[in-house]
């Protein structure tokens, strides 16, 4: 039995940090683009009249928080924070900008599995499925 349980903790260690390594490209890939000066990216957002300070912040904010997620004892917590980002993105596409925001949903979803993983829930639903079978 010790073996599957090292096992199974080694593959949940390479999800994991796939998921942190996967999160922290999605997000820093468009954060680099934006600040690079793309202009698609400046024009969403010029939509919202703020100037070029906000774009930077946003886009600093992003790459701080992608970062973050590599560091397990932050990870979490800079997971939530770039949940909480993209939802605020996601509404601004679809009532400001009203531009196309179906990536934004794909960015979410290997978000959604870093948090679930890390926060236990996984792990949880694994076992109930144990159970079960």
Do not use: C, N
Request: glycine share 6%; no cysteine; net charge neutral.
């Amino acid at each position: 039995m010790a073996p599957a349980s090292s096992s199974d903790a080694r593959t949940k260690a390479l999800v994991l940090w796939g998921l942190r390594i996967l999160v922290a490209l999605v997000f820093t890939t468009p954060a680099l683009l934006t600040l690079g000066g793309l202009a698609p990216m400046i024009r969403q957002f010029d939509a919202f009249g703020f100037g070029p300070w906000f774009r930077i912040t946003v886009s600093l904010v992003q790459i701080a928080a992608a970062l973050l997620v590599l560091l397990p004892a932050a990870s979490l917590a800079a997971a939530i924070v770039l949940l909480l980002l993209d939802a605020a993105i996601l509404l601004s596409e679809v009532f400001v900008v009203h531009g196309g925001f179906i990536h934004l949903v794909l960015f979410a979803l290997p978000l959604l599995a870093l948090i679930s993983v890390q926060s236990g829930r996984f792990d949880r639903r694994l076992a109930e499925l144990d159970k079960e079978a």
